[in-house]
């Protein structure tokens, strides 16, 4: 169930669990500190500028799961990539609509509605792709999340030399908006208690992502520049539990990441031979509160590895610390500072896809690092706590 942070305020980074929804809160909550502004996302690590386009899809074989008034699967999918242009209007984080739904939909009160939106990214609206057969990462988002809030690894890993290709999976995040003006809602939000709701929400996802898959060749200008001989799928709670979903259905997709979500794909007995690496926080260490990556463990019978990040919350993942100063949230005691939250997250993903997608050969992922103290190897290095 939902992950909640230590105020009711802090809904506002956008948290989501594995498996829930929030319900909404019974009045707004107002910032414990004063905000500062509009946040601005961490400069990308990697060597080239970042361009971002927006793709919408439409799978006219598939009924939308959610919403029975359409009869085809509509999908906003983000790409980020890298390009030689430094120049140029930065592509906006969200919309002011977006915006104002997470501010109401997480009670936050005594910001502008349109703060998010007001979020300076690093990556230049619709700037031309560089690079040849870049290999292609899948990026999806936590329950309730849009897509935007996975940007800083996903621009991150654009100037490493990856396309990626974020998803907003219709009608489960608060918003998700069409060219049209169409805003689609969380109609999901009112099945999430229903029994077997996580194991449909992985299925319909990893049918997403197959999807998206299919698409890609001939909907984006620069998809001769993917090589699809080489692509991965990373995901944030219930995004992550889809990766494992995906891998498990489609055999495109060589190597996947878990970013503290609990899973309901079930592996087949003989076992998932392909590389999946668990990164999470200490709700998810070896026998402790979220179960399901002990039982996935034993069946991931390839290159597999379970680091937890002490001091991680759920949110650490995402954009969400690194947007709380500016909606004046004050960290919970303990946690992880949002900046060192960032690093670490895009640290260890680009290790393990520079590994199993570049042939790149990580040292990093092989032993604790006496520079990165926080990410303690399950099963043997970290405990219960």
């Known amino acids: 169930m939902r992950h909640l942070l230590a105020a009711?305020?802090?809904?506002?980074v956008l948290a989501a669990s594995a498996c829930s929804a929030p319900a909404p809160p019974r009045s707004a909550a107002t910032p414990s500190a004063a905000p500062t502004g509009p946040a601005t996302l961490p400069a990308p690590t990697g060597p080239h500028p970042v361009g971002s386009t927006a793709l919408y899809l439409k799978d006219t074989a598939r009924p939308d799961p959610w919403n029975l008034d359409a009869?085809?699967?509509?999908?906003?999918?983000?790409?980020?990539?890298?390009?030689?242009?430094?120049?140029?209007?930065?592509?906006?984080?969200?919309?002011?609509?977006?915006?104002?739904?997470?501010?109401?939909?997480?009670?936050?009160?005594?910001?502008?509605?349109?703060?998010?939106?007001?979020?300076?990214?690093?990556?230049?609206k619709d700037a031309e792709p560089t690079g040849r057969r870049l290999p292609l990462v899948v990026l999806s988002p936590g329950f309730t999340n849009p897509m935007s809030t996975l940007t800083s690894l996903a621009e991150d890993l654009a100037s490493r030399g990856y396309v990626v290709a974020g998803i907003d999976h219709t009608y489960e995040s608060y918003a998700t908006t069409f060219p049209d003006g169409r805003?689609?809602?969380?109609?999901?939000?009112?099945?999430?208690?229903?029994?077997?709701?996580?194991?449909?929400?992985?299925?319909?996802?990893?049918?997403?992502?197959?999807?998206?898959?299919?698409?890609?060749?001939?909907?984006?200008?620069?998809?001769?520049?993917?090589?699809?001989?080489?692509?991965?799928?990373?995901?944030q709670s219930i995004g992550g539990a889809s990766a494992m979903a995906t891998m498990v259905n489609d055999s495109r997709v060589r190597a996947g990441i878990d970013m503290d979500g609990t899973t309901y794909a079930r592996i087949p007995k003989n076992g998932l031979s392909r590389p999946f690496m668990f990164l999470g926080s200490a709700r998810h260490v070896p026998g402790?509160?979220?179960?399901?990556?002990?039982?996935?463990?034993k069946l991931l019978t390839g290159w597999k590895r379970w680091i937890v990040l002490t001091g991680a919350e759920h949110t650490s993942f995402t954009d969400g610390p690194l947007l709380a100063d500016a909606l004046g949230i004050s960290p919970a005691a303990g946690a992880l500072p949002a900046a060192r939250a960032a690093e670490l997250t895009r640290t260890y993903v680009a290790a393990f896809l520079d590994q199993h997608l570049k042939a790149r050969r990580q040292p990093l992922l092989d032993k604790p690092s006496a520079r990165h103290p926080e990410a303690k190897f399950c099963p043997a290095a970290c405990g219960q706590s």
């Not at 319909?204 to 698409?215: E, N």
């Not at 402790?288 to 463990?297: E, K, L, M």
Request: charge should be negative.
């Open 8 to 12: 009711a305020a802090a809904l506002a």
């Open 71 to 124: 009869d085809a699967r509509e999908l906003k999918v983000t790409l980020w990539y890298p390009t030689e242009e430094r120049n140029g209007q930065r592509a906006p984080y969200m919309t002011p609509k977006e915006s104002q739904l997470a501010m109401r939909r997480y009670g936050i009160a005594g910001v502008p509605d349109d703060m998010l939106s007001r979020t300076r990214t690093n990556a230049i």
């Open 183 to 235: 805003i689609a809602e969380c109609l999901a939000c009112d099945s999430d208690s229903d029994p077997g709701f996580g194991a449909g929400l992985v299925a319909g996802r990893a049918a997403d992502v197959s999807f998206v898959l299919d698409q890609l060749p001939a909907k984006w200008d620069g998809t001769d520049r993917i090589d699809r001989s080489r692509i991965a799928m990373v995901g």
């Open 288 to 297: 402790g509160p979220a179960p399901t990556w002990d039982r996935d463990w």
